[in-house]
């Protein structure tokens, strides 16, 4: 099986928000059995920019704080799948289609190309396509995997 993340699943693994506990579980539980994480390679410029968001509000040692959550994100098993010409033109049709960022129009072509389901918290995404689930309905999938 394989999951395709969004970058506001991956942000809840480092900040401290409502689903982070959830969004370790998954991740936990996933890599116990064996679950292959897929996300576009534009995830961690999406995750950056959310922690850019988060950090520039701070006083002290943003600089070295950003650095280090980067790090970690980088350690992440995460497969990341590049745009080619054929997925690229996919992304902007969901993306016109759906009236939806091809940001995210990417996250969901993903999800169809690889017939997984989009975990993400996102609910415009929720609401708009059936392949995106929550964190918590991706938890209950995982767990009924042997």
């Given at each position: 099986?394989?999951?395709?993340?969004?970058?506001?699943?991956?942000?809840?693994?480092?900040?401290?928000?409502?689903?982070?506990?959830?969004?370790?579980?998954?991740?936990?539980?996933?890599?116990?059995?064996?679950?292959?994480?897929v996300a576009?390679?534009?995830?961690?410029?999406?995750?950056?920019?959310?922690?850019?968001?988060?950090?520039?509000?701070?006083?002290?040692?943003?600089?070295?704080?950003?650095?280090?959550?980067?790090?970690?994100?980088?350690?992440?098993?995460?497969?990341?799948?590049?745009?080619?010409?054929?997925?690229?033109?996919?992304?902007?049709?969901?993306?016109?289609?759906?009236?939806?960022?091809?940001y995210d129009?990417?996250?969901?072509?993903?999800?169809?190309?690889?017939?997984?389901?989009?975990?993400?918290?996102?609910?415009?995404?929720?609401?708009?396509?059936?392949?995106?689930?929550?964190?918590?309905?991706?938890?209950?999938?995982?767990?009924?995997?042997?």
């Amino acid at each position: 099986m394989k999951l395709i993340l969004d970058s506001s699943v991956i942000a809840k693994l480092f900040l401290n928000e409502i689903n982070s506990i959830e969004a370790m579980e998954m991740m936990t539980l996933a890599y116990l059995k064996n679950i292959k994480f897929v996300a576009s390679k534009f995830l961690p410029f999406e995750v950056g920019n959310v922690f850019w968001k988060h950090l520039r509000k701070k006083d002290k040692d943003k600089s070295a704080v950003g650095s280090e959550l980067i790090k970690r994100l980088f350690l992440l098993d995460i497969e990341y799948f590049s745009l080619d010409n054929d997925l690229a033109c996919e992304v902007m049709k969901v993306a016109l289609e759906h009236d939806i960022t091809y940001y995210d129009a990417a996250h969901v072509a993903l999800s169809k190309r690889n017939s997984a389901p989009l975990v993400t918290v996102d609910k415009e995404l929720l609401r708009k396509f059936d392949l995106a689930i929550n964190i918590k309905e991706a938890l209950i999938r995982i767990g009924k995997i042997e």
